[in-house]
């Protein structure tokens, strides 16, 4: 046990433990909070296996961006902390025979990938690669991407605006 | 640092809590404990009147007594509201702004964190504060709270793009990252500051002057209204909301998000120093490389980013007791029709002078 | 777009004129004063706490009449001649003991309408104007100043001065009466004729 370690199953428990609060929570705001806890942990996590650039990013927009605009969403909605959330188990046995075959897929898959197994250096960095590839190599893709965006956005305006005419 | 603190006690697990509570207890602190009563003076005497005055001599000790007092405050949670996340709510955003601190370059001897996405990292882990806001005014079950909790998030979202994009010309400008290399960059002596073109040559550098000048202004607006200080204080706006989303608070827990508030003004300043002003080298070169004396440098650095801190705090300060409240429109207004455009005016500039 | 230029550099401009106005005045004296160690000089006929000189009042009662809230209460005893208060210091004569002046200041409004009628000038405003209590028995003044052993004294000596000059009235007017029988029995002496008549 390395300080490493101590610090990986730390952020473990807080995702899997915020993650099951934010299925079984009874209150949908606690379930929106504990999302914050789970994304938190995931970046953890992340940042533990070297991708620190991914880690920010997750918390930049998970935590900064969707968590906020769920949680906008959940607030401005009259009555919505008085509705009941059914989070009781229903149709138990076909959801054990989906999980079953999940977890053996799952299973499955993880021993028979052939994993990379072989070390290498983790680089100090990964902005400048990650840079460098999404202009180079996956320059289309990104740029789909932002036109994707852009589209969302020019569609997000026009429907705000529509009832002004 | 870390490695000196492995050679004090031995343990790197030790030596990695104390590096983490070190900037607390070394900064933030004392830092609240001197900005309150500064606060309390500047207001003051601004408004020609002498503030504290009974608790030594000219009531320095005035913060001391306070926190005296809250320490002994009755902690009251009413019964409606929602006990877990509104005792979770002052954490949260304390950890947010004292997170923050984790990547800034104190002196060269002090740099919390050199890593590579520091400023990324910077501008992310404000959101946690941004979270934890909501969390208290919805917790408080309070409609001033709730109130106020929205207006601050919707604040704080918005002015967080300017500064983004302020940030992002700088990045350009500077090609990394990572705070501690940014203030190297800016080493040796005032005209090496970003603010003053940086290490640019020749014709370039005087493009960039009025630019970069535009661009400290635009990211000084928008970090002042991302940390709620008058004008940009709606959300807590005493005569309208009691006092925003932590109106339900009393005690410790107030004092958390006291603390938290005066932990943001530190940062952002701290941020702007390292950005435009040199971070924590010196304008004029160090006493201590000309008198020979090694370990004088990194405390003169250790002062001068202090210094050039508190003075963007000051400030603060001293806009707030000058400008009254702006309204929401007018908020909004000045961060999306005035502050982006022009931030991404600056962006193209820059960039554009940076390719040639 | 011009509007816009112009509204950018106003913006900047005034938040800046701002600035140098609350600069400057950080460099002004204070224009508050640290009042328990200092305190403000009051304006000349300042209305504060009420006092009253016994050794003027001759017991009107005008003041407590021109009282509008009545927070005023005097009660007085005629002085026997052997015994009298003595003058004012303006050389009027008193003759009325005053045995109680109570002025309830919490509910005096400071009018000052007490002062100007009085016509030995002895109840006047002072310049006293920190006088909170805790008990608000304790904000009724009393000024008169005879012990109560000396005011008993005082209503008996009234009442033996009293009774001495009932009696003598009574004496008088039995002499009086003992006269008019007597008168009354000569007439009648003089004129038994006429009766007989
Ligand atoms: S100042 Fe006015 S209210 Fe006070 S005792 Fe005199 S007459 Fe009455
Ligand atoms: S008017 Fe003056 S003299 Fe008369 S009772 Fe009042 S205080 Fe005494």
């Known amino acids: 046990m390395e300080l490493y370690d101590i610090i990986f199953y730390l952020f473990a428990a807080i995702t899997i433990v915020s993650g099951i609060v934010v299925v079984n929570a009874k209150n949908i705001v606690h379930s929106a909070f504990s999302l914050l806890l789970t994304f938190f942990g995931v970046s953890g996590i992340y940042v533990l296996l070297g991708a620190d650039f991914l880690a920010i990013v997750q918390i930049m927009v998970y935590v900064g961006g969707i968590l906020i605009l769920l949680l906008f969403g959940v607030m401005l909605t009259n009555k919505i902390t008085d509705v009941e959330i059914r989070s009781g188990s229903f149709q138990v046995f076909p959801a054990i025979i989906g999980l079953a075959a999940f977890a053996a897929i799952l299973f499955g898959v993880m021993t028979s990938t052939n994993w990379k197994t072989e070390s290498f250096e983790i680089p100090a960095t990964t902005t400048f690669q990650l840079g460098r590839l999404l202009i180079s190599e996956y320059a289309l893709v990104f740029e789909l991407l932002g036109i994707l965006l852009l589209v969302a956005l020019i569609g997000a305006a026009s429907i705000a605006r529509r009832d002004k005419e | 640092m870390y490695n000196f603190l492995i050679d004090i006690f031995g343990s790197p697990v030790i030596a990695f809590f104390v590096a983490a509570a070190l900037p607390l207890f070394l900064f933030i602190l004392p830092y609240a404990l001197i900005a309150v009563l500064a606060e ?237 002003f040199g971070g924590y080298h010196s304008p004029f070169g160090y006493l201590g490389n000309s008198l020979g004396i090694e370990w004088l440098v990194p405390i003169e650095q250790g002062v001068w980013f202090a210094t050039k801190g508190l003075t963007f705090v000051l400030v603060q300060m001293w806009l707030r007791w000058t400008l009254p409240r702006l309204r929401v429109d007018q908020l909004m207004t000045v961060c999306w029709k005035y502050l982006i455009p022009y931030s991404v005016a600056i962006l193209l500039l820059v960039g554009f002078i940076t390719l040639i | 777009m011009k509007q816009y230029f112009i509204n950018t550099w106003e913006g900047l401009w005034t938040v800046l004129v ?164 007597q008168d009354a029995a000569k007439k009648a002496d003089d004129n038994p004729d006429k009766k007989a008549e």
């Open chain 3, 18 to 181: 701002g600035m140098k106005i609350t600069f400057k005045h950080l460099f002004d004296p204070a224009v508050t004063i640290q009042y328990p160690d200092v305190k403000p000089t009051m304006p000349e006929r300042a209305r504060n706490r009420l006092f009253v000189n016994m050794d003027d009042c001759i017991g009107c009662d005008q003041c407590a009449r021109a009282c509008p809230v009545n927070c005023i209460s005097i009660e007085t005893l005629k002085s026997t001649p052997d015994d009298t208060p003595g003058e004012t210091s303006q050389g009027k004569k008193k003759a009325l003991w005053v045995t109680k002046f109570d002025i309830d200041i919490a509910k005096c409004c400071f009018c000052s309408l007490c002062v100007y009628p009085c016509p030995t000038e002895c109840i006047e405003m002072t310049k006293v104007y920190e006088f909170s209590e805790f008990e608000r028995n304790d904000l009724i003044y009393k000024f008169a100043v005879l012990t109560p052993e000396e005011i008993t004294d005082k209503t008996q000596k009234y009442d033996e001065f009293q009774a001495a000059k009932e009696a003598e009235k009574l004496a008088a007017a039995k002499a009086k009466a003992e006269k008019a029988k």
């Open chain 2, 40 to 276: 309390r003076k500047v207001s003051a005497h601004m408004q020609d009147r002498l503030g504290p005055m009974r608790t030594g001599y000219h009531g320095i000790f005035q913060t001391v007594a306070d926190i005296l007092k809250l320490i002994q405050k009755e902690d009251i949670t009413a019964n409606s509201i929602d006990r877990t996340l509104f005792n979770f709510a002052p954490y949260l955003v304390f950890i947010g702004s004292f997170a923050a601190f984790a990547v800034l370059p104190f002196s060269s001897f002090f740099v919390g964190s050199s890593i590579d996405i520091g400023l990324f990292y910077f501008l992310a882990i404000s959101s946690l504060v941004v979270a934890g806001i909501l969390m208290g005014g919805w917790s408080s079950n309070n409609k001033y709270s709730l109130l106020g909790a929205m207006r601050s998030v919707s604040q704080i979202i918005s002015y967080e793009i300017p500064t983004a994009i302020v940030v992002l010309t700088m990045v350009m400008l500077t090609s990394t990252l990572n705070l501690d290399t940014i203030t190297n960059q800016q080493t040796a002596y005032f005209w090496n500051w970003n603010i003053l073109g940086g290490a640019a040559t020749g014709i370039a550098k005087f493009l960039l002057i009025p630019l970069m000048f535009a661009a400290f202004i635009i990211i000084f607006i928008s970090t002042l209204a991302e940390v709620n200080r008058t004008p940009f204080d709606i959300p807590e706006a005493e005569s309208e909301l009691v006092s925003g989303f932590f109106t339900e608070y009393t005690g410790m827990k107030f004092a958390m998000f006291f603390l938290a508030e005066y932990a943001n003004m530190l940062a952002v300043s701290f941020l702007i120093t390292v950005l435009f």
